[in-house]
């Protein structure tokens, strides 16, 4: 009795691994991400009481071009109330560790 194996899935599971290598390789380092790309309109949907980034910034009333001058307990509290993180921090990983993983898997 002779069988033969099918291969073909394989194939494609190593064309999908050598795809992600690549794309970790194209991650190394640092990375500029616009706000836009980080916090698509899917995540403030899904995680804020927001239909996009814009509008959470205008709701802020913060100055979003110059994050570092915001007060960390003010921008805190506002995600806490807003979002469902505990604060800005855990919203930023959450956002990060989703563009991340859509980069691997494109």
């Known amino acids: 009795m002779k069988f033969e194996l099918d291969t073909s899935g394989l194939d494609k599971l190593k064309k999908d691994l050598d795809r992600q290598i690549k794309n970790a390789e194209r991650l190394n380092g640092e990375h500029e991400v616009s706000f836009d790309e980080l916090f698509p309109d899917s995540f403030m949907q899904e995680y804020t009481n927001f ?56």
Request: proline share 2%; charged share 35%; glycine share 0%.
């Open 51 to 106: 239909e996009n980034i814009d509008y959470l910034e205008d709701k802020s009333k913060f100055n979003w071009k110059d994050i570092s001058s915001i007060p960390d307990d003010e921008l805190d509290s506002f995600v806490n109330r807003t979002t469902s993180f505990e604060n800005w921090q855990e919203m930023l990983d959450e956002a990060s560790q989703l563009w991340v993983n859509k980069q691997l898997f494109k």
